[in-house]
């Protein structure tokens, strides 16, 4: 209904801007032409962009091509992970990328991206102030914010009885085989670290060997781990519950009503996902260009629709259009209704390493299975018992041929 | 003898090729398994390759069990195909490769979309009102049987066709005549029809067992990820980990184990020297 | 010889299809519902072959994949028909072997291993040269010809063996040069060899993904590549949509091969006929 809604909105508004023949885009003349031609590769989250014309929407990419003539190859990532092992790898190059937080303090350490001066940028006056001067990116030297969200619980109510206030719920034997874990080691320990009342940013060593027993504990009652699948699993009313996006909920929400959401009061996660040039990048100019882009009212309005996320743009929030999204308590939650929230840090290169080792233990853990030793030694048994009965048969052939020739 | 010296330098590309693309690249996954991330020797990332022993033998063993069942499926279909005619032949031999067209990600997610709690079969079930049994249900998905499902229904025409095409090439003949000559069905099975099949065996053993044991993305969409294969464990170190060390390492094992099964695999069918038989 | 078959040999091969086709057919249906989802079917609508059309991406992808395929499985069939040649001219007995052993690799190799391994040598090149973007087509079509020569010689090789070596000699002794007797004697004989090749190696090169998937780079994508990292979110309709016509494509081929096999067939019992009646 909320689409239907938007989507007479801005056909009225659409009309309304044809009637008077004005330009769709702020500062359109600022994009020039001296670009077109060019391509420009961007590495983002998937599902992170709007990318249809249905419902009043804008498929961001065809319309930044029709306005600059550039061309976007746009790939995703699934993790902020798998996107830094692509760029610290090499092989390819790319002109933005879109990694959260922690990374971007990692990688504006490790040299891996681009400096530049946002203040450049006609539509960076939109950025929400709080948003600025992050601990990540003190000077605003690296990166413009794009997205801001939480995690929390994304449950269905036919399938939990009670309403959920605790992460606890996620090792209730109740819901056994129920229950999807979050695929990606950063945002897997973050639950087991808040239940203990840990922070996500600890590097002790034995906090951390705690966390990974929990994690071990929870799976047997696990259905599997996820990432993206996340949606399929959940709208169809697969799995019970997953700690997820709280974006990602506003739109599995649109598609199967029956699920709830909630922060759970141990604590969540913040984060804040923003727009990064690498140093690779073959394309600065349109990079900022695109990034720009992104920031535009219409480009953003958008966005925040189709990707669900709060927005850190302030034209977005004062649109009317947003009204009913802007007073969603997931997404902007008001004083009383804020959950405790922390941010990731960057951690140093020792934690980063254990977290890897865990992550791999976690994922082996109960792998034995005796069932599969029976099998190789039965296997192993019959193939001996093949060759030797072969070699058998091979020699009382020879014996009788040599019978027959000294006869 | 000028002429088979022109022949010999016409395969010249190829062999530079194969050196810089299939021999240099396995060099280099040596290389990186036997150096850490600063690019100094160690063995660390093999050593470490211990923790993996089971996994590595649970990828095998699925591997392999598959393989058993798709050769069990196949080989009488593969002899009953060839046993019919020329037409039908034809039309089965497009049948069983259609599939092969298709993409093999689509198939799985259609597989899983087939086997889910929520799925087509247990809607099916589901939807059958048994007296008694209010509510049929089966569970199959993230299962080591969807798993081992999976791999038997993307590569089984991998077995079907290398079979068929040596079971065409068999002389009846043969079978006609050891008939005559007294055996049973089952002495014709054993003495003729199987020695001769060898090839066809081997072959498809081969095209079925490698890809199932390495795969990575039939375990994750059936297996849901909490039962691991090697195969995923190593896209997990390029991808995500960003270990190339331990990823490089463990690749090298799961060659060299591969290879270990072949080598056994050839004991059974005596060594041919080109290798694998094709369609 | 050839017998009908028994009603018991009828259900198996029914049985087996109906393995082989269940999923297909899943997806066939579900390309035709009316709404997003993959599991719940909703009413017929004919929406994701619209929205299919509008799919830029989408359509990108599949012409990719189809350069990259023909590119791949002709170079290959090219470059391994030679090979093999070569390769059966060898007398030496151990480079003989110590080649097929080489060329069996990247069959033997799990796929992952080789896309690795292929990577790792990309990479390293680049960074050599300072080219930082170097995975893409280049490096795909590399890689997709690597795994298809293989197939193309083992393919070629024994119809190579079968052919009596004294043919293109005795069209030498007749005045060919070495290579119109290669082209006119040899080849002949050797066609359908290289045909089988070329078509696994389109085959393979068209359904490829792990090697893809660690060889690519942003600038190409192929459709198994965009169909996987599809899979991860939702797929979407448009999807089953894009392969149900794929499906009926591929049919539509097979059929039309058939057929004029078939008629082939008749024409050349026919000529047969008439010519014993002579």
Redesign the interface.
């Known amino acids: 209904m909320m689409k239907k809604l938007l989507f007479t909105l801005v056909t009225l508004s659409l009309l309304f801007a044809c009637c008077f023949a004005a330009s769709a885009y702020e500062n359109e003349a600022w994009y020039g032409e001296q670009n077109a031609g060019k391509?420009i590769?961007v590495?983002n989250w998937?599902?992170y962009i709007s990318d249809t014309y249905e419902d009043g929407m804008l498929d961001v990419n065809?319309e930044f091509e029709k306005l600059t003539g550039i061309h976007v190859?746009?790939?995703?990532f699934?993790s902020n992970e798998d996107m830094y092992a692509k760029i610290k790898?090499?092989?390819?190059?790319?002109d933005i990328i879109i990694p959260s937080d922690y990374m971007i303090e990692r990688m504006a350490k490790e040299g891996l991206l681009q400096q530049f001066d946002p203040n450049e940028l006609p539509n960076y006056h939109y950025i929400d102030r709080k948003y600025l001067n992050m601990y990540y990116d003190p000077d605003n030297s690296y990166s413009v914010p794009y997205n801001v969200g939480m995690v929390g619980l994304i449950y269905n109510t036919k399938m939990v009885d009670e309403t959920p206030t605790s992460w606890k719920i996620m090792w209730d034997e109740k819901y056994a085989g129920k229950i999807l874990m979050i695929d990606n080691p950063r945002d897997a320990f973050a639950i087991p670290q808040k239940i203990l009342g840990y922070s996500f940013n600890s590097t002790d060593e034995k906090e951390l060997a705690d966390v990974a027993q929990m994690l071990i504990d929870q799976k047997p009652l696990l259905q599997s781990y996820v990432?993206?699948?996340v949606?399929?699993k959940m709208?169809?009313g697969e799995a019970a519950m997953v700690p997820y996006y709280v974006g990602d909920y506003m739109i599995m929400h649109d598609?199967n009503p029956d699920l709830a959401f909630v922060y759970p009061e141990e604590g969540v996660n913040i984060f804040v996902d923003a727009m990064c040039i690498p140093k690779?990048a073959?394309n600065i100019d349109a990079a900022k260009m695109y990034i720009n882009f992104l920031l535009d009212p219409e480009i953003a309005l958008t966005n925040a629709w189709y990707i669900g996320y709060a927005s850190p743009n302030t034209s977005v929030l004062e649109s009317e259009d947003y009204e009913e999204m802007a007073q969603n308590q997931f997404l902007y939650p008001d004083e009383e209704h804020m959950p405790n929230v922390e941010y990731f840090h960057n951690l140093p290169q020792e934690t980063l390493t254990r977290f890897s080792q865990l992550w791999n233990e976690i994922k082996l853990a109960g792998g034995t299975n005796v069932r599969v030793y029976v099998g190789f030694g039965v296997t192993a048994f019959v193939i001996v018992a093949y060759l030797s009965y072969t070699a058998v048969q091979k020699r009382r052939r020879e014996k009788w041929y040599d019978f027959r020739s000294s006869k | 003898m000028k002429?088979?010296l022109?022949?010999?330098?016409?395969?010249?590309?190829?062999?530079l090729?194969?050196a810089i693309?299939?021999?240099?690249?396995?060099i280099?996954?040596v290389y990186?398994s036997l150096v850490d991330a600063n690019g100094s020797f160690s063995l660390d990332s093999i050593r470490s390759i211990g923790k993996y022993s089971d996994i590595m033998l649970n990828s095998i063993w699925l591997g392999f069990v598959a393989t058993i069942i798709s050769l069990l499926?196949a080989y009488?279909?593969a002899y009953?195909m060839a046993?019919?005619?020329?037409?039908?032949q034809?039309?089965?031999m497009?049948?069983?490769?259609?599939?092969?067209?298709?993409?093999?990600?689509?198939?799985t997610?259609?597989?899983m979309?087939?086997l889910?709690d929520?799925?087509?079969i247990n809607s099916l079930l589901g939807a059958i009102h048994l007296p008694g049994a209010n509510h049929l249900q089966f569970h199959m998905i993230n299962t080591r049987g969807a798993v081992i499902l999976g791999m038997v229904?993307n590569y089984?025409?991998y077995m079907i066709l290398p079979l068929y095409s040596i079971m065409a090439k068999i002389d009846?003949g043969l079978i006609e005549a050891a008939q005559d000559l007294g055996a049973s069905k089952l002495q014709v099975l054993r003495k003729i029809i199987l020695p001769l099949s060898l090839p066809g065996i081997a072959s498809g053993f081969?095209m079925v067992f490698?890809?199932s044991?390495?795969t990575?993305?039939i375990s994750k969409?059936l297996g849901g990820s909490t039962f691991s294969l090697i195969?995923d464990i190593?896209?997990m170190q390029?991808k995500s980990a960003n270990n190339?060390n331990l990823?490089?390492a463990l690749?090298?094992i799961?060659?060299v184990l591969?290879?270990i099964c072949?080598a056994i695999m050839n004991r059974f069918t005596g060594d041919d020297?080109?290798?694998?038989v094709?369609? | 010889?050839?017998?009908k078959?028994s009603p018991l040999?009828k259900l198996?091969?029914v049985l087996?299809?109906f393995?082989?086709?269940?999923?297909?057919l899943?997806?066939i249906l579900?390309s035709f519902n009316a709404s997003?989802?993959?599991?719940?079917f909703q009413g017929f609508s004919s929406r994701w072959y619209v929205s299919l059309i509008h799919d830029?991406?989408t359509i990108r992808s599949v012409t990719n994949t189809l350069i990259l395929a023909v590119c791949s499985s002709l170079i290959a069939t090219v470059?391994?028909t030679?090979?093999a040649?070569?390769?059966?001219?060898?007398?030496n007995k151990f480079i003989k072997?110590t080649?097929?052993?080489?060329?069996?690799?990247?069959?033997?190799?799990?796929?992952?291993?080789?896309g690795?391994?292929?990577?790792?040598?990309?990479?390293?090149v680049?960074?050599l040269v300072g080219k930082?973007?170097?995975?893409?087509f280049t490096t795909m079509l590399?890689?997709h010809?690597?795994f298809n020569?293989p197939?193309v010689?083992?393919?070629v090789?024994?119809k190579l063996r079968q052919m009596d070596p004294n043919l293109?000699?005795a069209a030498?002794d007749l005045g060919c040069t070495?290579l119109q007797a290669f082209f006119k004697v040899t080849l002949p004989s050797i066609s359908t060899g290289i045909t089988?090749g070329l078509m696994?190696s389109f085959?393979l090169s068209?359904?490829d993904?792990?090697i893809s998937y660690?060889t690519q780079?942003?600038?190409f994508?192929t459709?198994?590549i965009r169909?996987?990292?599809m899979?991860?979110?939702?797929?979407t309709p448009d999807?089953?949509a894009l392969?149900t016509i794929?499906?009926f494509a591929?049919?539509f081929l097979?059929?039309l091969l058939?057929v004029s096999?078939?008629r082939g067939?008749k024409r050349l019992r026919n000529k047969l006929n008439r010519g014993g009646a002579a």
């Open positions: 391509v590769n590495f998937g599902e065809k190859n746009y790939v995703t699934e790898n090499g092989g390819a190059s790319y990432m993206d699948e949606f399929n709208e169809s598609v690779s073959k | 002429n088979s022109t022949k010999k330098i016409v395969a010249a590309p190829y062999l090729w194969a693309f299939i021999i240099v690249p396995l280099f996954v990186y499926i009488p279909l009953i046993r019919t005619t020329k037409n039908m034809r039309t089965m497009m049948l069983v490769m259609l599939p092969m067209w298709m993409n093999l990600l689509i198939r997610y259609s597989l979309i087939l889910q929520t799925g087509i229904y089984i025409p009846y081969t490698v890809p044991v390495s990575f993305y969409k195969g190593i896209e390029f190339y990823g490089a690749s090298l799961l060659m591969i290879l072949m020297d080109d290798g694998g094709l369609i | 010889m050839k017998t078959l040999s198996y091969i087996i299809m393995f082989l086709y269940a999923p297909i899943v997806m579900f997003v989802s993959t599991s719940v830029e991406g470059m391994g030679a090979a040649v070569g390769i059966n001219a060898m007398r072997k080649t097929m052993n080489v060329t069996n690799i990247p069959m033997m190799n799990p796929e992952i291993v080789t690795i391994s292929m990577m790792l040598l990309f990479v390293f680049g960074s930082e973007d170097v995975l893409g590399i890689a010809i690597t020569l197939y010689i083992l393919s090789l024994p293109p000699e030498m070495p089988t696994m085959t068209l359904d993904f792990v660690f780079g942003p600038s994508e459709l198994p169909i996987f990292s899979t991860k979110k939702r797929v999807m089953y392969s794929i499906f591929i049919l097979l059929i058939n096999q078939v067939e």
